[in-house]
């Protein structure tokens, strides 16, 4: 008698019902049920209550700058990041693995001791401020200070999601495009970069959620002048602060409706290329 | 025609090429034939312009292009590893060429359309224009990088060890097939290989390498028949070398006296003699002839393989039909006779 029941495919870790519900669990508890209890609380408004809210000047001003200066972030992330990733990739030069190192930084660092630095910095009597302050460029206090730590918080991500891409891409490659007739120029924009797109995305995408979500070192630098640099995240700390709980989750939930709905969009994007890339590969 | 003057090229310490001269006239399908480190790619690579040599000249067509950049050259270049554009179709990685030119270098669409598909059908692979590189075969590739690099219409063709990462099967055809194309597209072209029956068998001339230096020029028939150098006769194909005493235009080989070719040892004292092992002639024994005993015996389909034993403990190994074997009646201990066909001696060395 064979032991194992033949129309079954043999997997290495058996259990797929054990696994699945384990995954599920494990998500419910640390994910979909807070979430969900977000939604309750937020369905106690009335349909008035919610436009009042989406009306809110102050609410739509937050949220423009969450996520509009979260989209500049990692747009400037996506190019910034792709050049550190080349620049350690491509070149050898004395202190190499120590700028590698530091790349990571912002993932350990405390964010609110980067809000605090940057502020310090860019601040009118800071160092980088006092240079920049008489060219009529104002950072600290000012929406582009929230910027400025939103980009600091995502480089790491575009880095080490490019790097190792970046590493696997063979000379060879650019030498046949090279030998093909193909200036350097376009050997980057037709060959390198359409290859590194995948992770360049990856990157980018993931570089906007952290900005999206990034509250210590904003708050810090960005002033968080109602309407004008008042980030989302600590507007829904504003709310709670005067006990106007509902208030916080309705914004709380919008929020994370517009951000689902946008990794979404990004991740759709991501299959798109990848499918594009390998259709039908086997 | 494409030549190259003096070309010297280190990689740190290490001498890739040693003042290396060779001329590749038009039309002809050449060879760097060589162990690996001999400098057989670095020479490709400086031939492309993907390397730039220390000393020395690269002339093509008459006109010096040690400078060049390797976009500018017009030579097409195959890769070991075919290094196609995995994010493209086969179709655009064979446009890539026509593609990047500028204004009105570019050929229009209908017409890169048309030479793309001309060159599918060349290359075997007409249905084959909308995969991507990551649902080919190995042969499959390597056939897109050829239709890729002669896209560009290129005064020269340059591959690099092209059949090395396929199984022996296809690289057998793949082989034959850039034979017969090169036959009918009449293309000049340099391929690296350190297969000695690729390179016999595929190119007009062989050009054999060794420790960056160029060993012997030739017709694949010269350089197999008069080996110029004791590598050269090491490398192609098996070889018995025998150390020997050279004395008044003679070579002793343990009790084997045979008269030197003339010209090339000239020599006094211990020697080398090379001698292929169909060119061992296996008699039965007898009086005049040199004696030895079976010690091995081989079969290998239509060929007998037999290591002898010479007096003084010197192995030779010979090869010879079925049918003599028969004729011999050989067997693992039988005495024989024996006598080189053809041999040749090295002094010194």
Redo the contacts between chains.
């Keep these: 008698m064979p032991k194992n029941n033949p129309a079954k495919p043999w997997r290495v870790i058996p259990g797929f019902g054990l696994t699945l519900g384990l995954t599920l669990g494990w998500l419910s508890v640390l994910v979909l049920i807070p979430l969900t209890s977000l939604f309750v609380m937020a369905s106690g408004l009335s349909l008035d209550q919610w436009l009042a809210i989406l009306a809110d000047t102050r609410v739509q001003a937050a949220f423009r700058l969450s996520f509009g200066g979260a989209l500049v972030a990692a747009l400037i992330n996506a190019a910034a990041g792709l050049l550190v990733a080349w620049v350690l990739v491509r070149y050898d030069f004395p202190g190499r693995r120590l700028i590698d190192a530091m790349v990571d930084l912002p993932f350990a660092l405390p964010t609110a001791v980067a809000g605090i630095a940057l502020a310090a910095l860019y601040a009118p009597q800071g160092w980088i401020g006092q240079l920049i302050e008489p060219l009529g460029i104002k950072v600290a206090f000012t929406p582009l200070g929230a910027i400025v730590a939103m980009v600091f918080v995502g480089l790491p991500f575009v880095v080490r999601t490019v790097q190792p891409v970046l590493e696997d891409i ?1 000379s ?2 650019e ?9 350097r120029w ?1 050997t980057f924009t ?2 390198i970069l ?2 590194l ?1 995948p992770a360049l995305l990856t990157g980018f995408a993931l570089a906007f959620a952290r900005a999206v979500g990034e509250y210590g070192s904003v708050i810090f630098i960005a002033g968080n002048f109602p309407g004008l640099s008042e980030i989302v995240p600590l507007l829904i700390v504003v709310r709670l602060e005067q006990y106007d709980y509902v208030g916080a989750t309705a914004i709380a939930a919008i929020m994370l409706v517009a951000s689902f709905v946008l990794l979404l969009a990004i991740n759709g994007l991501q299959r798109w290329n990848r499918d ?7 | 025609m494409i030549e190259v003057q003096n070309i010297t090229k280190h990689f740190g310490a290490f001498r890739a090429l040693d003042d290396v001269s060779l001329v590749v006239p038009k039309g002809k399908l050449v060879a760097l034939l060589g162990p690996s480190g001999s400098g057989k790619t670095t020479l490709l690579r400086i031939l ?3 390397e730039a040599p220390d000393h020395g000249r690269v002339i093509l067509d008459g006109i010096e292009a040690t400078e060049q ?9 195959v ?1 070991q ?1 075919y ?6 179709s086969v179709a655009d990685n064979i446009a ?2 026509l593609t ?2 500028k204004g009105k270098d570019r050929p229009p669409r209908a017409e890169i359309d048309r030479r793309v598909g001309a060159l599918l059908d060349l290359v075997q692979l007409s249905g084959l224009a909308g995969r ?1 590189p ?2 080919l075969s190995g042969g499959q590739r390597q056939r897109v ?1 050829l239709a ?2 002669l ?2 219409e290129p005064r020269l063709l340059l591959l690099d060890e092209p059949f090395g990462a396929l199984d022996a099967q296809v690289r057998k055809e793949l082989r034959r097939w850039l034979r017969r194309l090169h036959d009918e597209l009449g293309l000049t072209g340099v391929f690296v290989t350190h297969d000695q029956e690729e390179a016999l068998e595929v190119a007009d001339e062989v050009v054999v390498m060794n420790k960056g230096r160029i060993e012997q020029v030739g017709s694949p028939a010269a350089i197999y028949d008069q080996p110029a150098t004791p590598f050269v006769y090491r490398f192609l194909g098996n070889v018995n070398s025998l150390p020997c005493a050279i004395h008044d235009g003679r070579a002793e080989i343990a009790g084997l006296s045979l008269a030197i070719e003339a010209p090339n040892s000239g020599g006094e004292g211990d020697g080398i003699a090379f001698v292929r092992p169909h060119d061992v002639e296996v008699r039965p024994p007898s009086d005049g002839l040199p004696r030895a005993v079976v010690e091995q015996l081989a079969i290998l389909g239509p060929v007998v393989r037999a290591d002898l034993l010479l007096p003084g403990n010197i192995s030779i190994e010979v090869e010879l039909t079925r049918e003599q074997q028969n004729h011999l009646s050989l067997a693992k201990g039988s005495p024989v006779g024996l006598s080189l066909r053809r041999a040749r001696v090295f002094a010194g060395a």
């Design positions: 063979d060879e490659v030498e046949a495009a090279a030998s093909l007739g193909a200036g376009q037709r060959v359409p290859t797109a594009r890339l390998s259709r039908g590969a086997a | 492309a312009g993907l950049k390797a976009r500018d050259r017009g030579i097409g270049f890769f590893h290094a196609l554009f995995r994010h493209m890539f060429g990047v030119r991507y990551t649902q990088a890729r690099a896209a560009v």
